[in-house]
């Protein structure tokens, strides 16, 4: 197989055959900015959709953002080659308020609120509209991909692929396998994982899956560490990233990712799994409550320059 692998530190960019040309991201946000990016740097056509031009537009600036570093360490024996890259992936680029009229696409990826109904709804809606071959996948971080995909028809065409932030440079891919996906639709997953420049692994249809699994107990006991004033938060990121070698603290991680997100994760890992590890906890109620998500809001446990 014709496959070229460009690795940096902290990038992946790879062209590799695969028979998904066309994607649709349904989303626009952290999530589905850097999965079109990734998507239009590896050579494929991708309409992002989201509800309103405003969000899009700020997708677009920050891809354009983020294609521009990625850029600068592909090409910095090139320079003269970075103008053309991040141009020619904004051209795959295209956005759109309208999800009906972006079905045509060979794989269309959710990544919207992580909420079931609203997950749902969605779903129902591109099993009617899109193409009999167009492959559905969902970007959940917690729900059961089963449940996201209950009421549609196509369950063989259907599974989990669940991206990490900041999309550009984590490698990961998690392929999670729906009860009734089909073998051709799961190795199309794998393959386009590939093409985009991820290492791909497979998960069953299980809480969390493998990362969120191991992560969302830790990122607990650090918010409730936190809450009790054991230490500040600023000693517990450094502690965990001096003393367990992780490249950021829990504390900062959680406002990095989105403590609403936070908040909704472990929600559904304790409803899921009935581990008291995933009891609510009021520090990040409160936060969650006074609209202070983390970065994107300008405030979370930390506070940040706009
Ligand atoms: N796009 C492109 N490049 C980016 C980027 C982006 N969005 N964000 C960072 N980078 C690049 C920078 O250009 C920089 O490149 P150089 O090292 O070549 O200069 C590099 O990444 C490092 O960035 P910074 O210097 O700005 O900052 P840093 O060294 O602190 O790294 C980080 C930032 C990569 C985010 C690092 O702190 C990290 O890996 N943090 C942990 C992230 C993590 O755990 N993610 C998973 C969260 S869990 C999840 O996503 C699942 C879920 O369901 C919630
Ligand atoms: P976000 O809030 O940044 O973005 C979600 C976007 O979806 C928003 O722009 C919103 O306007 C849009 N949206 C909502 N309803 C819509 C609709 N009906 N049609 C079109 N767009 C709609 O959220 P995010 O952090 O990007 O998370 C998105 C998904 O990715 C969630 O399921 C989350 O669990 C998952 N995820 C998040 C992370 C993370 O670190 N933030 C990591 C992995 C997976």
């Known amino acids: 197989m014709n496959k070229i692998f460009v690795w940096t530190r902290k990038f992946s960019i790879s062209t590799s055959q695969n028979a998904i040309k066309t994607v649709t991201v349904i989303g626009g946000g952290l999530m589905g900015s850097g999965i079109a990016q990734v998507t239009a740097q590896a050579g494929q056509n991708v309409t992002i959709v989201d509800l309103e ?12 953002a983020n294609l521009g570093r990625v850029a600068k360490k592909l090409y910095k024996d090139d320079p003269g080659k970075i103008e053309g890259f991040v141009k020619e992936s904004l051209d795959r680029i295209k956005i759109s308020t309208k999800v009906e009229d972006s079905v045509n696409a060979d794989l269309m990826v959710e990544a919207m609120v992580e909420k079931l109904d609203i997950k749902q709804d969605l779903f129902n809606k591109l099993d009617k509209l899109a193409p009999e071959h167009t492959i559905l996948a969902t970007n959940t971080s917690s729900i059961s991909v089963n449940a996201i995909g209950s009421g549609i028809k196509r369950k063989d065409k259907f599974g989990g692929l669940h991206f990490f932030n900041p999309v550009p440079v984590m490698r990961l891919l998690e392929v999670i396998k729906s009860d009734h996906i089909s073998e051709d639709t799961y190795q199309a997953m794998m393959e386009w994982g590939k093409s985009v420049g991820k290492t791909c692994i497979t998960c069953k249809d299980t809480p969390g899956f493998v990362v969120n699994r191991i992560l969302a ?7 409730r560490m936190y809450e009790r004033g054991d ?5 517990i990121d450094t502690a965990m990233r001096l003393g367990a070698g992780y490249p950021m603290g829990p504390l900062e ?3 990095y990712t989105g403590l609403d997100l936070k908040k909704s994760i472990l ?19 409160k936060l969650v409550k006074e609209g202070k998500y983390g970065r994107k809001t300008g405030e ?5 320059n706009k």
Request: no cysteine; hydrophobic share 40%; proline share 8%.
């Open 53 to 64: 031009p405003e969000i899009l537009n700020k997708a677009q600036k920050s891809i354009q």
């Open 217 to 223: 107990p830790y990122s607990a006991e650090a918010l």
């Open 231 to 235: 230490a500040s938060a600023e000693d």
């Open 253 to 255: 991680l959680a406002d």
């Open 267 to 285: 929600a559904v890992m304790l409803k899921e799994t009935g581990n008291p590890v995933f009891e609510p906890i009021g520090v990040l109620d």
């Open 300 to 304: 979370g446990i930390y506070k940040y």
